[in-house]
């Protein structure tokens, strides 16, 4: 059911929309961790060593379907707001008919590349098997996450953030059963879990597209409404670029992070891949907020409410601080219990590294979350440039940081670079917000 953002109590409106995306969100997170999970307890620690190094590749080349679909549903969500329904289903065809075309090339292009990009990532020969069983079959299923993205973007731009995460459950559960049946009764490793979730990813698309497409009704959405549009494209185009460009940015930060990671050798990479999937689990709910806010502030810019634009951003700003300092506080104290979950209790040593690395990022997850508020304000508003820029602030001096502080502090050094450069990011989108919503109340 679609949710109108530019009535009612922000607060309320938020967090209603909020709370399932978080748990759809966390749900996805599920996908990978069953399969790190299952991969480190009955498959061993080099074939985890390879899935959670080879994460940073899929998590690069997932952020640019992603971002596209983020792009495209900014558009969605302030044609809605502005109630412009014959403009929004030219640019819903449209921006469906691109986002498919895309997501079919980048599926051929990994798939033909692998070796290429095996090789060019560095990762080390004792885990380069498992990496590449892994690989080839989640690179056939990009076409399947390009499509569920696009949908669920869709379906959220409308403040429906509910129908995206029934269709999650039914595919982590699918997703569960399938690593069990592959990985430990058919003994078929990192290419058994790689399969399970293409097949899941291919249920949530497929399910989640025939359901978006049947309940358009109030925009009347017909078989000659398919068209694409040049004027529509420029339009997606521009915004779904420009977003993927920011999101490829970072991931490709983190890949750069990951490739000075893996010199470390395999027992700091166990380590980090396991730091990496609880940090996903523990960013999700503040990413998801930063989004929860987008689609708000989309939907308030389109039909002109710039004050309720601000009022949101307190309000955001506020959940922000009391859900970082909970997660923070959880991930400190119970970060040697968090990093069993993946590693067996033996490897002593790996846990000390990913405890040591915890015990730094974990407290100034709040800088996190800040970042990403600001990224869905400037999504919002249609000032994707300025989230770029944030971007590369961010990302930039946290690689340069890291291959500075790296021959002097070890892995340590990487910790406090990836600190530093959330600090610097959020300085400058402070900035930015200040300025922008100056120049539109006209204070």
Request: aromatic share 14%.
């Amino acid at each position: 059911m679609e949710l109108d953002m530019t009535k009612g109590d922000p607060s309320r409106i938020i967090l209603k929309f909020f709370i399932p995306l978080f748990i759809g969100d966390l749900l996805q997170q599920f996908y990978s961790i069953i399969d790190a999970i299952i991969i480190g307890k009955f498959v061993g620690a080099d074939a985890f060593a390879a899935v959670g190094s080879s994460s940073a590749v899929t998590v690069f080349i997932t952020s640019i379907l992603l971002g596209l679909a983020m792009g495209a549903s900014a558009i969605f969500s302030q044609l809605y707001g502005g109630g412009k329904y014959a403009e929004l289903k030219k640019t819903i065809s449209t921006a469906l008919i691109f986002l498919f075309c895309v997501s079919v090339l980048i599926t051929i292009v990994t798939s033909v590349f692998l070796p290429q990009i095996i090789t060019l990532y560095q990762i080390p020969k004792e885990t380069t098997v498992y990496a590449v069983d892994y690989l080839r079959y989640v690179f056939y299923g990009f076409v399947f996450v390009g499509m569920y993205n696009a949908f669920a973007f869709l379906l959220r731009a409308f403040g429906d953030s509910k129908t995206p995460l029934y269709f999650l459950i039914a595919s982590c559960i699918s997703n569960l059963i399938l690593d069990l049946l592959f990985v430990v009764v058919f003994h078929m490793g990192t290419a058994g879990a790689a399969i399970a979730t293409l097949l899941t990813q291919a249920f949530a698309a497929v399910g989640c597209g025939i359901y978006t497409i049947k309940r358009m009704w109030f925009l009347n959405f017909e078989r000659k409404d398919l068209i694409f549009s040049t004027t529509a494209f420029s339009k997606v185009a521009t915004f779904s670029v420009l977003t993927a460009l920011q999101q490829s940015i970072s991931s490709f930060g983190m890949m750069l992070i990951q490739g000075l990671v893996n010199t470390f050798g395999s027992t700091i990479m166990a380590a980090f891949a396991a730091c990496s999937k609880i940090d996903s689990v523990a960013n999700a709910p503040l990413q998801d907020l930063g989004n929860s806010f987008s689609t708000y502030t989309a939907q308030n810019e389109g039909a002109g409410e710039v004050k309720r634009i601000r009022e949101g951003f307190y309000v955001t700003s506020k959940i922000i601080i009391a859900l970082s300092a909970v997660i923070s506080m959880v991930a400190f104290i119970f970060a040697p219990n968090l990093i069993t979950l993946f590693i067996s209790k033996d490897a002593t040593e790996v846990i000390a590294v990913g405890v040591g690395y915890l015990r730094i990022v974990s407290v100034f997850y709040v800088l996190l979350g800040f970042i990403v508020m600001f990224y869905g304000f400037f999504r919002g508003i249609g000032a994707i440039r300025v989230s770029i820029l944030m971007t590369i602030v961010s990302q930039g001096l946290r690689v340069l940081l890291a291959y500075s502080f790296a021959p002097i502090r070890g892995f340590s050094g990487v910790c406090w670079a990836i600190v530093i450069g959330w600090l610097l990011s959020d300085l400058l989108g402070f900035c930015m917000y200040k300025r922008i919503m100056g120049l539109k109340i006209g204070t």
